[in-house]
């Protein structure tokens, strides 16, 4: 499959930002189409990764953000779902197979969320693959715990630094 073009790709963005109704710089836009040669699929991942990032640090979808993210992703190269849950079970104490398991133990419920919502925002991976790695649950489920991360990502002191450790951790893997 031939990947879309630079103008194709911003193409795409600005309609996967009208859809979503971003307020996204359009500099951002054109940088991010010349700089990132996805399938139109993950350019809808990458929207979303922003979307997420500009509420995590509460600044706007602009060029910044877009070249913040852009290096992220050059540090984070090669994950898998299990990279992340195995992370992810280290920073909560549990075990990865506890995490992975169909238990909906609250104990086992949060961390799991953070392992769904780290596994959108640092691969872009669809809901169903997500719910499917996670214990079988469906998209739904995955979709509710990532809007609940995110959520608390804004009101959560702790949360941030439990996901960046993570992260840190992730990049030394690599």
């Given amino acids: 499959m031939t990947l879309p073009g630079a103008e194709s790709r911003l193409k795409i963005l600005m309609q996967l930002a009208r859809g979503k109704k971003l307020r996204v710089s359009r500099e951002a836009l054109v940088h991010l189409a010349n700089q ?3 399938t ?3 350019l809808g991942g ?22 913040r993210y852009l290096e992220r992703e050059a540090e984070l190269p090669d994950l898998t779902l299990q ?23 609250r104990e086992l419920a949060f961390p799991r969320q953070v392992g769904m919502w780290l ?27 990532c809007q609940k991360v995110s959520e608390l990502l804004a009101t959560d002191g702790e949360l941030p630094s439990r996901i960046e450790r993570i992260r840190r ?3 030394r893997e690599t």
């Fill in 119 to 145: 596994s959108r925002q640092l691969l872009g991976e669809s809901l169903l693959s997500v719910g499917r790695f996670y214990g079988g649950r469906d998209h739904t489920t995955v979709g509710h715990a």
């Fill in 40 to 42: 139109p699929r993950e």
């Fill in 169 to 171: 951790r992730l990049r």
């Fill in 83 to 105: 990279d992340i849950a195995r992370e992810v079970a280290a920073e909560f104490g549990l075990k990865l197979a506890d995490l992975r398991s169909s238990r909906r133990t």
């Fill in 36 to 38: 990132h040669p996805v």
């Fill in 46 to 67: 990458v929207l979303t990764r922003l979307e997420s990032m500009s509420r995590q640090h509460r600044r706007p979808m602009d060029l910044e953000l877009v070249r």
